[in-house]
């Protein structure tokens, strides 16, 4: 995954290097548009945007639209059809910049709970007329299918992320992402262990950084919907799981949620 947006490394679009307004295109694949809402919610922050972004393509909010090619593309969702496969590389051609927003986009979202799972069986149950669905076996993030210059992980995705990588973007300097967990953000703002106050299962500690540990401010156990940070260490937390009596399938159901496929690859390759 991509979580860095350095300017030295970063073919800016023209009218970026020249200071003129870059055209903005905002893109739904399979999701719940919750992290386009979240775009929206920025409302009073936008508006002093508005003169230096060129919107061209965001049917969640306007009904213009203008062809491509363009100089930023935000991406929501996830690939769970040959034809968002097709598409996706086709907006890949038409973006100067492709950014990703979201668990979906960036690790297939909850729908990936499919993966390794019989769809034909599901389709046969769910629809009258299974044959008239035309679906992968996969829910999968857009950087499995073209290249991918920054991600933005969450779900949905944290506000204060967004606007600093639009700021970084229009002022052509870097941006970097926390790679820590969210046990950092904790002890920051001085918000006690939910597993050894409460002794509530939480997610926090193989979880990268982002929301500023939301839930467990709220004593509530994390989530994981930032995904796993860098080099998780899955096998101590599953044991600490296991001291406040959780099972392997208990585990396994804390691990199988909006961010399923990316920590069962983290688990795969081989995290302790």
Request: proline share 5%; with cysteine; aromatic share 4%.
């Given at each position: 995954m991509q979580h860095e947006l350095s300017s030295p490394t970063i073919d800016w679009p023209a009218r970026i290097e020249r200071g003129e307004p870059p055209s903005l295109a905002v893109w739904k694949f399979a999701s719940c548009d919750g992290c386009q809402l979240s775009l929206l919610d920025c409302e009073d922050e936008l508006l002093a945007l508005?003169?230096?972004?060129?919107i061209s393509y965001f049917p969640e909010a306007t009904t213009a639209m203008v062809a491509g090619p363009y100089d930023v593309s935000l991406v929501e969702g996830s690939i769970?059809?040959?034809?968002?496969?097709?598409?996706?590389?086709?907006?890949?051609?038409?973006?100067?910049?492709?950014?990703?927003?979201?668990?979906?986009?960036t690790a297939g979202g909850i729908q990936a709970l499919r993966n390794g799972r019989d769809v034909d069986g599901f389709t046969s149950i769910v629809y009258?007329?299974?044959?008239?669905?035309?679906?992968?076996?996969?829910s999968t993030p857009i950087?499995?299918?073209?290249?991918?210059?920054?991600?933005?992980?969450?779900?949905?995705?944290?506000?204060?992320?967004l606007l600093q990588m639009l700021a970084s973007v229009l002022n052509r300097h870097a941006l970097r992402l926390p790679t820590t967990s969210v046990c950092i953000e904790c002890k920051a703002r001085s918000t006690s262990c939910v597993m050894v106050a409460h002794g509530t299962p939480c997610l926090g500690p193989i979880t990268q950084a982002g929301c500023n540990a939301l839930c467990p401010s709220f004593h509530r156990g994390c989530y994981g919907?930032?995904?796993?940070?860098?080099?998780?260490?899955?096998?101590?937390?599953?044991?600490?799981?296991?001291?406040?009596?959780?099972?392997?399938?208990?585990?396994?159901?804390?691990?199988?949620?909006?961010?399923?496929?990316?920590?069962?690859?983290?688990?795969?390759?081989g995290s302790t």
């Open positions: 508005a003169d230096r972004v060129s769970t059809s040959e034809h968002d496969a097709e598409r996706i590389r086709q907006i890949r051609r038409d973006s100067a910049l492709l950014i990703t927003i979201g668990a979906c986009a009258a007329h299974p044959e008239y669905i035309s679906t992968l076996a996969t950087a499995d299918h073209v290249p991918v210059d920054l991600e933005l992980r969450g779900c949905p995705i944290d506000r204060g992320q919907c930032f995904g796993p940070m860098e080099s998780p260490n899955v096998g101590a937390l599953r044991a600490q799981l296991g001291t406040l009596g959780l099972d392997g399938d208990a585990i396994f159901r804390l691990l199988n949620t909006f961010n399923t496929g990316a920590f069962a690859t983290a688990v795969e390759e």
